[in-house]
């Protein structure tokens, strides 16, 4: 059997030292936190919310050695791989199965000009490319639909028709209309049962589990509120729809600050509400990501601090 994914899997953010280095040590406290949580289903490292894109060739394997080091196999790990070239994409996919990762989330190619809806067969000649020359298991990431890369229904099926190695979807298109997200979780599961839905957008979580069609969360909001994440996803799968609301209640208020306009600064939210929440030891965070204005900042530490998740460096 393939791998098999579920629950909640964390988009690890990868901390840094106030001089831009991979804090090694903060990285290792933090998975050894995210280990302890109950419902932990996996770690996607290097991605979008762990900066991979930003990183070395020699980072992004020392993150995923040292993730593989703490996690010790006891749950999935997932490597990010986001280039501008078919060929780096393949070997950043190499280095991390080499190093022992399960599994790939390829991020849509960066071709200049490029909208997916218009122009599939980059992104289905793309993904091919790199089934063929990593053979590992993928979860492919469907963006929103009003972004320039966000696979149509039709692409996303042909993904998952065309390509035994997809295991999982990324769904972050839940806000942006609910029609196709329906006909992408329905699709991907007529295609292979096997294949695993989860949802990015931990403001709209509650709302697509109560609705059903979902495996789990990947998320970068799980560095933020992972108990939470885990607990509700456990409760809406036994049918505890109150009490699942309770938690949602809890997140949301913070949730629809770090997933609100402009969406850019969202991986920027995550880090800063990462170290207001006491797992990191501090937001900065490399360019070409900017930091969030004052206001904005207090605007998000005031909403951890009312909903409880303000805290002190925890490690």
């Not at 280990?35 to 992004?60: F, K, P, Q, W, Y």
Request: glycine share 8%; proline share 5%.
């Amino acid at each position: 059997m393939g791998l098999v994914l579920k629950d909640m899997l964390v988009a690890n953010i990868t901390p840094f030292t106030e001089k831009l280095e991979i804090d090694e040590d903060g990285l290792r406290s933090l998975i050894r936190y995210l280990m302890t949580v109950d419902g932990l289903g996996g770690i996607v490292c290097n991605a979008h919310a762990g900066e991979g894109a930003t990183m070395t060739r020699e980072e992004r394997i020392r993150c995923i050695k040292i993730i593989r080091e703490e996690t010790k196999g006891r749950v999935p790990l997932v490597s990010g791989v986001s280039s501008a070239s078919t060929k780096e994409a393949i070997e950043i996919a190499l280095d991390a199965k080499e190093n022992g990762c399960d599994g790939i989330m390829p991020c849509p190619p960066t071709i200049y000009a490029w909208f997916a809806a218009k122009n599939p067969e980059f992104a289905i000649a793309y993904h091919k490319e790199l089934d063929k020359g990593a053979n590992m298991p993928i979860i492919v990431f469907q963006y929103a639909a009003g972004l320039p890369d966000g696979y149509t229904s039709e692409t996303l099926m042909t993904l998952c028709r065309e390509i035994e190695n997809v295991v999982a979807i990324k769904h972050t298109q839940f806000s942006s209309g609910l029609g196709r997200y329906v006909e992408d979780t329905a699709g991907a599961k007529s295609i292979r049962p096997s294949i695993s839905n989860f949802v990015a957008t931990t403001a709209l979580l509650f709302y697509a589990g109560v609705m059903g069609g979902i495996d789990g969360s990947l998320t970068g909001f799980g560095n933020v509120a992972p108990v939470e994440i885990a607990t509700m996803l456990k409760l809406i799968k036994a049918g505890d729809v109150a009490a699942a609301r309770k938690i949602h209640e809890k997140m949301y208020p913070v949730a629809r600050l770090v997933y609100g306009d402009p969406f850019v600064y969202l991986h920027t939210r995550y880090k800063e509400a990462s170290a207001l929440a006491g797992y990191i030891r501090g937001p900065w965070i490399r360019s070409p990501q900017l930091p969030m204005e004052p206001t904005a900042r207090e605007q998000l530490k005031k909403a951890m601090e009312q909903q409880g998740f303000l805290h002190a460096y925890r490690f």
